[in-house]
């Protein structure tokens, strides 16, 4: 069973930054695509962002050129740094990870960070 533990969020001013961590633990297993999903109050989930084993991104339009995401595969942890922040960021942030079993893919999802951007 992979645990997901995130770390990294709080209050900022609008135009600060954050960076948010996502570590993941267990035993004998293999990731592949890892990444960052936000709920707001009153919202549906959205992907912010996404990267997979080998390095491939993908931004939301909203957060392209204000976000980045990375990863180090012999940690299993993902990070977004977050600029720009903007009100409209605020949101639970949940790290999402995608194991590789024998059986197929399985998703996993963190217990959610909260980010609140204040005007």
């Known amino acids: 069973q992979v645990h997901l533990v995130e770390s990294g969020g709080g209050t900022v001013q609008a135009g600060g930054s954050l960076s948010l961590i996502c570590a993941a633990s267990g035993r004998n297993f293999s990731l592949n695509v890892m990444g960052w999903y936000r709920q707001a109050p009153g919202k549906q989930r959205e992907l912010v962002a996404i990267i997979s084993h080998g390095g491939s991104t993908h931004y939301a339009d909203s957060v392209k050129g204000r976000f980045t995401i990375s990863r180090d595969n012999a940690k299993n942890t993902v990070y977004l740094q977050m600029k720009s922040l903007k009100p409209e960021d605020t949101a639970v942030y949940l790290c999402?990870?995608?194991?590789?079993?024998?059986?197929?893919?399985?998703?996993?999802w963190g217990q959610g960070t909260q980010v609140t951007v204040s005007s």
């Open positions: 999402n990870v995608e194991e590789l079993t024998s059986t197929g893919e399985r998703d996993h």
